[in-house]
């Protein structure tokens, strides 16, 4: 089984080189983030990578950072 860091590399990967691709292997092919990918590698291909690897590296690392309980609710 693949360890988180190659799945994310791999994940990147994809991203370069079909930006929507790599966001639907990461949320799903029905989500506001892969049709936003997808609006913007048709109107220009780099920022489509750009926005794909956006997503993919700062959606992971706040999902370890909840994981890990860093961004824990305060309570009332």
Request: aromatic letters at 10%.
């Amino acid at each position: 089984m693949a360890s988180d860091g190659t799945h994310t590399f791999w994940e990147l990967i994809c991203a370069i080189l079909l930006p929507p691709l790599g966001v639907c292997l990461k949320d799903g092919c029905c989500t506001c983030e892969f049709f936003i990918c997808l609006v913007l590698t048709l109107l220009g291909y780099i920022p489509g990578i750009i926005y794909a690897v956006y997503v993919i590296v700062v959606k992971r690392g706040r999902e370890q950072r909840d994981a890990e309980g860093l961004y824990a609710p305060l309570p009332q």
